[in-house]
């Protein structure tokens, strides 16, 4: 999925959308993106200085957006549904994502019953882990 299939998929507009791309989705199994972290985000100054790092937050709020390709094949995405952020658990925060970084977020689906889906997330950079999490998400209808 390049950037402009995300958004048909997210409600997120920039700056809030986490997502540059969609490399890999196993349906039912597990999603792969990208996040090209840059000196010009808006959670940093444009100086382009290296020591600008995303903050550990955004890195997981990326893996749950990530989470959205995953998610629209268990349900009828056709009829109109939303997803809900309900819990974090398990957070592991390891080293911050700096300019120039491409964040890989891998995200699997343990569960899903009844709309509740379970996902583990994990954010890394040049193979090292950034960060982790277990997430749950629940999938409504659109009313």
Do not use: C
Not at 27 to 56: C, H, L, Y
């Amino acid at each position: 999925m390049q950037s402009s299939e995300i958004l048909n998929v997210l409600a997120h507009r920039y700056p809030f959308l986490l997502v540059d791309r969609i490399d890999i989705i196993e349906r039912g199994r597990r999603v792969e993106g990208r996040k090209r972290v840059t000196g010009g985000e808006w959670f940093g100054p444009a100086s382009g200085d290296p020591q600008i790092s995303m903050p550990n937050l955004l890195v997981i709020e990326s893996l749950a957006q990530t989470s959205a390709a995953l998610l629209l094949d268990l349900v009828d995405a056709a009829a109109g549904v939303v997803g809900y952020f309900a819990a974090i658990e398990r957070v592991r925060l390891r080293e911050p994502a700096r300019a120039g970084d491409t964040l890989v977020l891998t995200v699997e689906l343990a569960s899903f019953r009844r709309g509740i889906a379970r996902l583990k997330g994990v954010a890394t950079v040049k193979g090292r882990r950034v960060a982790s999490a277990s997430f749950t998400t629940i999938v409504r209808a659109a009313t």
